[in-house]
């Protein structure tokens, strides 16, 4: 265990389905990011918080959206999703930006 | 962006062998990083060289930068079989006050038993 904990380890979800990815750190760090990864693609920033507010938002698609409640809480609520939107989501955390990044095991997403 | 990008794709060795990688990047950086991951894991951070040092080490992890060339080198020596996995270069990219951790495509490591 990393510190950082992604649930669910594996999702199956249609594409009219509304879902959510949870991630929770308790290592006391102020800033968390979530990642897509798909097969033979470079890793794919998607939404970087820190302290709470959201410093970026990597032209993705409106049928996902972030929430983070807190700092050691993110969330990623998915729906209306597409088949190309299958792959590994990785949350990840680190004390401020521009440090080292602890990341989960990542969500293994697919929608059919 | 893509910030780091690592070579070779794909590297196989036999095991007590040395495995080195090569990360390029393209803009000023504030750090560099080197992850591992595992098949289907989250990836694990292995090393972070600020952009003033020129070499790191940790255990058989060897990191050079050279910010005049923009590229790092992550150097595995006696490698092992449980060296096998994928390994990642990160650079930070400053925007607006934040850092922005740009990950490259990785390199395949395959030790042999």
């Known amino acids: 265990e990393t510190g950082v904990t992604q649930t669910p380890r594996h999702l199956v979800m249609g594409m009219t389905n509304k879902k959510s990815l949870k991630c929770e750190q308790h290592?006391?760090?102020?800033?968390m990011y979530w990642y897509k990864q798909s097969a033979k693609k470079p890793l794919e920033l998607m939404f970087v918080?820190?302290?709470?507010?959201?410093?970026e938002n990597n032209s993705v698609p409106s049928r996902f959206s972030p929430e983070c409640p807190n700092s050691s809480h993110l969330f990623l609520h998915l729906h209306t999703l597409q088949p190309e939107d299958s792959a590994l989501y990785l949350c990840?955390?680190?004390?401020?930006?521009?440090?080292?990044?602890?990341f989960g095991s990542g969500t293994r997403l697919t929608v059919v | 962006s893509q910030q780091g990008e690592e070579d070779p794709q794909a590297l196989s060795i036999q095991e007590g062998e040395n495995a080195t990688m090569n990360c390029s990047y393209k803009?000023?950086?504030?750090?560099l990083q080197w992850y591992r991951q595992n098949s289907g894991r989250g990836l694990v951070h292995l090393i972070l060289?600020?952009?003033?040092?020129r070499e790191k080490h940790s255990g058989r992890l060897r990191v050079t930068l050279d910010t005049s060339k923009k590229s790092s080198s992550l150097l595995i020596t006696a490698s092992r079989a449980a060296d096998t996995a994928s390994y990642f270069c990160?650079?930070?990219?400053?925007?607006?006050?934040?850092?922005?951790?740009?990950f490259g495509r990785g390199t395949s490591l395959i030790v042999h038993p």
């Open positions: 990840a955390s680190s004390q401020w930006t521009g440090f080292g990044y602890t």
């Open positions: 290592l006391g760090h102020n800033a």
């Open positions: 918080y820190s302290l709470e507010e959201r410093v």
């Open positions: 803009t000023s950086i504030n750090n």
């Open positions: 060289i600020r952009s003033n040092e």
């Open positions: 990160a650079t930070d990219e400053e925007a607006g006050g934040s850092y922005i951790p740009t």
